[in-house]
């Protein structure tokens, strides 16, 4: 079993339409949560950090933390098809945070 | 800021032949990280530096990889020798050691190996 899992997609929705991105882990000594973009043959790009539990917004993105489920979730607002991309999670522990594992990303595409 | 630096940013070569990719990360970083991203793997991290010092290279598929980093601003991915299966796109990444969760990605190189 993978540590990080996540649905590859594609996701495709219209302009406007709320998406929401979602990944399950099994390390329950995960405690920083990342969400990465990547553009077609770029390299990714941080857009979401959040330690622990809880919630966190940035404009129209929200990303969520449930670790007694062991869920992460990104939700986008508001899509635009600028927002077509691929969304990477990763996470790492308090003991090797440096080390990042990361899903196999979703591949987001919003129709004008 | 330039951002972090990669090169080549695509690399054709015949098994057998050693490789090598360099980066350049951002001034002033002292972590940095060296990824590989292919279809069927995601992104994996290979190896990364905290100040110059290799400080987990459990990532590195086998003895035919390996990195240096001689000094703060240059660090170099080998491939010696090269098989078909290497074929990737190999990512280099910088941070602030205590802002690991931010990690600015370079354009990667893109490896085939024919």
């Known amino acids: 079993q993978k540590e990080v899992e996540q649905d590859p997609g594609p996701l495709s929705v219209p302009e406007g339409a709320i998406v929401s991105l979602n990944c399950t882990y099994s390390?329950?000594?995960?405690?920083?949560f990342m969400w990465y973009r990547q553009y077609s043959r770029k390299g990714p790009e941080l857009l979401m950090y959040t330690y622990s539990s809880g919630n966190k917004e940035d404009g129209r993105f929200t990303a969520q933390v449930d670790k007694s489920s062991k869920y992460i979730s990104l939700f986008i607002r508001d899509s635009q098809p600028s927002d077509s991309a691929t969304y990477l999670c990763?996470?790492?522990?308090?003991?090797?945070?440096?080390?990042?594992?990361f899903g196999s990303g979703t591949k987001l595409n919003v129709k004008p | 800021d330039a951002g972090v630096i990669q090169s080549p940013r695509h690399e054709v070569t015949e098994m057998g032949q050693e490789v090598t990719l360099r980066c350049k990360p951002i001034s002033g970083h002292n972590s940095l990280f060296w990824y590989r991203q292919t279809m069927m793997r995601g992104l994996e991290l290979l190896i990364y530096?905290?100040?110059?010092?290799?400080?987990?290279d459990s990532g590195m598929p086998e003895d035919r990889f390996s990195a240096k980093m001689p000094n703060a601003s240059f660090s170099t991915l080998k491939i010696q020798p090269s098989e078909p299966r290497d074929s990737a796109v190999y990512f280099c990444?910088?941070?602030?050691?205590?802002?690991?969760?931010?990690?600015?990605f370079g354009p990667g190189t893109r490896l085939t190996v024919t």
């Open positions: 990763a996470m790492s522990d308090t003991y090797n945070f440096n080390k990042f594992y």
């Open positions: 990444a910088s941070s602030y050691r205590d802002r690991a969760y931010e990690q600015y």
């Open positions: 530096f905290n100040n110059n010092v290799p400080i987990d």
């Open positions: 390390n329950s000594a995960f405690q920083y």
